[in-house]
């Protein structure tokens, strides 16, 4: 087997076209073994040089929801009543730790996702008017 580590761009191309040809490789095959461990290699480099943020906390809930085609009631179910879903998906409140255990109990949405940061949305400030006595 003649693997290397992959140090720059072009080892990771040639490591790819590599996969590429044993992608059919038979299991329990010398082409299978050399195909795993490029892959290995492949993903290592990557998540090094091309590391992808998690997403954000309320688009990964939304994503899940489409996923499992849930409603904004099937989440409040979940976090206290619709009402408040409808605020947490609107991005009008912040989740709590309580919310947080239970989206990743019930949805198996990662912890470490959904206790990332984001912005609140800010809603429209109303003026008020002057009362006339």
Known sequence: ????????SKDYQNALRMIDSLWDAKKNSPEYDKLDILTTL????ESKHFPIDNPDPIEALKSVMEDQNLKSVDIGN??????RATEILNKKRKLTLDMIRS???????????LIKEYKLNQGKSRKKTPSVA
């Open 42 to 45: 492949v993903e290592s480099y």
């Open 1 to 8: 087997m003649d693997i290397k580590p992959i140090k720059n």
């Open 103 to 113: 989206l990743n109990e019930n949805l198996g949405i990662p912890t470490e996702i």
């Open 78 to 83: 979940l976090i206290g009543g619709r009402s």
